[in-house]
Structures are given as structure tokens and as C-alpha cells.
């Protein structure tokens, strides 16, 4: 089963592919998504890393507060969208 990473904090620069990269040295990513504002096509600065459930906290602890580009990663589990 997979989990979602809530990951804030990002570079403004960082593309989705170079944060996949990231998180992969971590372990298996199934996805991710960097959040864009609509009218801009800018980033909004956070996003969210699927991996799989057995690795969730091994990748927390290797990836939260962990400094990229300068500035300092928020890996939290993401919480459930509320409907």
C-alpha cells in the first residue's frame, strides 16, 4: 500500500523530476507532484511524494529538516483531503 508525503518548504526552482530524484535516494517513489499556483504556472512551494508504506518513516526521518537548495525540507505524512 502507498502513503503520501506532505513536503513543504521547496525551492522555488525545484522542478517535480529533481524532487523525485531526491526523495529516490531515500527509496521507491510512485509519484510526485510540486502544487502550482493556476494562473501563474508557479510553484506554490510544497508538494507531495507517494512511496510505499513500509518505507513512510525510514524516508520521514532521512528527508525532514534536510536542506535542499539552500533552504530547510517539511516532510510531514500528508493528512486525508477533507470532502
Known amino acids: 500500500m502507498m502513503k503520501t508525503l506532505y513536503v513543504g518548504n521547496i525551492p522555488w526552482s525545484t522542478t517535480e523530476g529533481e524532487l523525485e530524484e531526491f526523495f529516490a535516494q531515500h527509496g521507491t517513489v510512485h509519484e ?26 525510514s524516508m520521514l526521518e532521512k528527508t525532514n ?5 539552500g533552504r530547510k525540507l517539511v516532510v510531514n505524512e500528508a493528512k ?4
Open 32 to 57: 510526485c507532484r510540486i502544487i502550482t499556483e493556476r494562473a501563474t504556472g508557479r510553484s506554490r512551494g510544497y508538494g507531495f511524494v507517494e512511496v510505499d508504506e513500509d518505507q513512510l518513516e
Open 80 to 83: 486525508p483531503r477533507e470532502q
Open 65 to 69: 529538516g534536510v536542506e535542499m537548495e
